[in-house]
């Protein structure tokens, strides 16, 4: 494991991979009080989009670096970007490839509005290409998550759910989505597409969640839904809309919330 | 059209979208003694991107500033990168965009070996998905080129070329393919994956070649087959390879080669 360059002025050259292919890696992180929650699932989705894009995973030492030391707020988040750093001209890698690794943090506070009232998402035009190479992995070629994002502007909309070229449900645009069937919390497996988020992992392990399958068509006839990830935490969602704006299916609140109670644990954001 | 940011120190900071998302676009111009060479095309399919994605396109005056003055020699690349600028954490876009242009020239030799003794190439493992919202423009998101470079590291093969996942060949990992059947030179559509070549554009605009699909089991059965791009101009392939190294056709290096004339008169350097 090489040590990565660390750039001071947090900025990068020119000829950087990542700038240059979106040749790295990325991971936001929900700092409480100073420290990283779910730092260790963050970590692993790293290291495991290194090794598949064979760029070398900087040490622990370095990575935990970047939210060691300096003034904490209560919510806080951490970016981290990892590229493959600088080379020539063309797609082959340098010999010697010695990475950038770069962070930001930025002061931050949860929607607990969105907590207890839920949100209103909708779908999007836009379907996922399916790359099974890239999937899984929060990788920097996020060109489609940005179009999906530009498909609204409407700011009572939370969400954009997605869907791939066989029109199964992945995500949303920046977070996870889980449903309950037959009283069960389920979640698309993303080996084609999409990102698999750390608070997903952390609910996978706990045994809280399990993989299926969802149609877009089969998505307004689920018994509840939901969109998390790591910072935001879990949004139940309350209603849906098509890409038309037309209202699919509304849900009602459901108070208690087992599945947030338990993510929310597992964020420490109770 | 708003005027770029122009950087000088031609590095973008953290929070650039293109080095965030890959959200932006680039070109990689010939230059032939300080002239960028088919520039019309490459501002073409610049400003085809910017449509796409919804960036402001810069205007001619700065795009043209990227290659003017300084000096000159006989040939130069000049890669420019244009990102949607900075912005906020998240992928919804900022309320006002400013792009940032960066631009650098360094000096080239294009290899006159490949031009007349035609090149060995090699076919792809990874399969391009196939995203019609991307496909054609030369944006940032480049994560299966990269992945498809990696593949070799052989310096006889010259290029991989990648079929996507209905295993219809695209392109190379940096050029444009083109092969010939009965007598007509035929090139791959690209309105699903792959990005389109200004010399592409070019010979399609002169009405030297067609558009056509071709399987990935079909191209070693072609007449001909050629690698090409605006920077190196067309290499004859004379062997292909499989992805396991065993050779699948081998081709008599055939001169003259009229379809190479034409293309190098287009770029100026016969």
Redesign the interface.
Known sequence: MLPPTLSDD??????????????GL?E?VLLRAGKPVLWRYHTARLAKGCHR??IPLPCQQALDATWQGGPTAEFE?L?L?L??GSGG?????PDQVTPHL?S?R?PFQPSVERWQKGVAVRLCD?QL???P??AGIK????????????EWSDATIAEGVLAD?EGLVVEA??MNVFWQRAGEVLTPQLDQ?GVAGTLRAALLEHGAIALASLSLHQLANVERLWVANSVQGVWQVTKLFAADGSLLQSWPLSQPDPFQRLAHQLLGVT
């Open positions: 947090q900025s990068v050259p020119f000829d950087d991979r990542g700038l240059a292919y979106g040749d990325f936001t894009l064979g988040v970016k970007i590229t493959r001209r063309g797609y082959a890698q770069l930001r930025t836009l290409a399916r790359q190479r890239l990788h920097l070629n996020r060109l489609e998550n940005v179009l999906a994002r530009q070229s645009t920046s597409c």
